[in-house]
């Protein structure tokens, strides 16, 4: 079984950030995971247009933006030109999602939608067929280091369901370990969001690996 790592650099020493997105590269990470917060959706503030644009210079990887923030459609053209290759938005902060999604279509980057734990999956059904990547948060959004929240496991399954045969990466964000990777990749997880379990460890490539090598 296959999945890809997608460290969250919400997790990673600020003050060496450039630093650490080429360290995490080099331990052999898929995507650089960018969680953006503003405060009022969700309890916390992190990066700005300005800083992504400040550390894309320091890998090649794709950029995974997740926008927590609301609204987003006001700032999805900066954060195309500061440097994402994805752009995720919440179904729950966006009126108007089928609009963004196409906005950001439009700026030549590929599409995510993201859902909370509480919000149920039907949301999904009319605008499916605009999706790169669908992003099932198992943690309650706002700050890194929480539990996996079980419950998602089910949603997780109706999700890969729901996706079929199409060409759409099944994203994971929250509680991601070694003990818990396996059965998230089986219930049809294909990209893993990894914070505290990539960069609490000192050696960021035996931790990528070892996430990995628990998959099977």
């Not at 460290?7 to 360290?23: H, M, N, Q, T, Y």
């Not at 990470?29 to 405060?39: A, S």
């Amino acid at each position: 079984m296959t999945v890809k790592i997608a460290p969250s650099i919400l997790s990673a020493d600020f003050a060496r950030l450039g630093e650490e997105v080429r360290a995490i590269d080099e331990a052999g990470c898929d995507y650089i995971h960018i969680d953006v917060m503003d405060g009022h959706f969700v309890p916390n503030l992190t990066f700005g247009p300005p800083i992504i644009k400040c550390i894309r210079s320091w890998t090649e990887k794709p950029f995974d933006v997740h926008l927590m923030i609301d609204p987003a459609q006001a700032y999805l053209q900066e954060y195309a030109m500061a440097g994402a290759d994805i752009i995720t938005v919440h179904a729950e902060a966006d009126k108007h999602l089928d609009r963004s999604l196409q906005v950001i279509k439009g700026l030549g980057k590929k599409a995510g939608l993201s859902l909370n734990p509480a919000t149920p999956e039907h949301i999904i059904e009319y605008v499916i067929d605009n999706l790169d990547l669908i992003l099932v948060m198992s943690v309650n959004p706002g700050f890194g280091g929480q539990r996996f929240l079980d419950s998602q496991l089910e949603k997780i399954r109706r999700i890969k369901s729901m996706i079929g045969n199409r060409n759409i990466e099944l994203q994971v964000d929250g509680g991601i370990s070694v003990e818990n990777i396996k059965t998230i990749a089986e219930a049809g997880a294909t990209v893993l969001v990894a914070g505290s379990a990539v960069f609490n460890d000192s050696d960021y490539k035996a931790a990528i690996d070892g996430l990995h090598k628990a998959v099977g």
